[in-house]
């Protein structure tokens, strides 16, 4: 029943994101103003808004106009609670109200999928996301990584690993005018620095790289994309880091294991 009710509360909070990713490309306020249908824009009543099964009730129409609602939303609410799922799993059951790093995981998961949706829809990455994300990984890694008081070896590590990320953006942009990565990417680069530390920053990079060169390559081959298509790196950027917050260690440590083999 707790699973449940964990679930229940990520898929609400999903609904929140779905107006989060709606709202932020019309620069309309996330917090003022009811929901609307996008089609005949009649507000929303309470009955409608419950994430996923008002979609399935009202079979993928607005009660209103009739006009089909879009999959991302009961999508990306399903996502959303099988995220929390998944780290409350991950930081045990008995123990995540009383640790800090599941909550601290549950804003990095729904930052990483706010990326990824709004990049993957309208290849934009938003300030108003990696801004306030990158000041919180950085303010509570200080207090969450340090041990026995060694703060200042704490800032000093994140401080380069959020160097080397959003350095490493930062040189193609200029080498290549912007062409290659956009603004939007150095700023995930830092992100990414201060919410996985080094050497975990390595492994997002490289997770994100090698995927994103695969997939590439598929819709080029099945002519979905050409060569100079532009690609939402930002989503493989938030879901390597996704896979390097939960796993980078393990993903390192067998690496050093078969190099010692």
């Known amino acids: 029943m707790i699973y449940f009710f964990i679930f229940l ?30 089609h005949c824009r009649q507000e929303l009543k309470g009955y409608d808004l419950i994430p996923i099964l008002s979609f399935l009730i009202l079979k993928a129409k607005c009660r209103n106009c009739r006009k089909k609602i879009s999959w991302q939303y009961p999508t990306v609410e399903l996502v959303t609670g099988l995220l929390f799922l998944f780290v409350a799993y991950y930081h045990q059951l008995s123990g995540m109200l009383s640790n800090p790093e599941f909550f601290r995981d549950i804003i990095f998961v729904c930052g990483l999928l706010v990326i990824f949706m709004t990049d993957l829809k309208y290849y934009l990455i938003f300030d108003a996301v990696t801004l306030p994300l990158i000041v919180f990984a950085f303010v509570v ?13 704490v800032i000093l590590g994140l401080i380069l690993a959020g160097f080397i990320g959003g350095g490493f953006f930062l040189v193609q942009y200029l080498a290549s005018k912007g062409k290659w990565v956009g603004g939007g990417d150095i700023r995930i680069g830092l992100l990414m620095g201060f919410m996985l530390g080094w050497p975990k920053l390595l492994v997002a990079l490289f997770i994100a790289y090698i995927v994103g060169a695969i997939i590439s390559l598929f819709l080029i081959g099945f002519k979905v994309k050409k060569m100079k298509s532009q690609v939402p790196f930002g989503v ?16 390192i440590n067998w690496y050093l294991n078969l190099l010692s083999v």
């Open 9 to 38: 509360i990520g898929t609400v909070i999903g609904s929140f994101l779905n107006v989060v990713i709606y709202r932020l490309p019309e620069k309309k306020s996330i917090a003022k103003g009811r929901s609307k249908c996008p």
């Open 141 to 153: 890694n200080i207090f969450l990584m340090s041990h026995a008081g060694n703060y200042l070896d």
């Open 236 to 251: 493989f950027l938030s879901v390597a880091t996704f896979v390097a917050l939960f796993y980078g260690g393990e993903i």
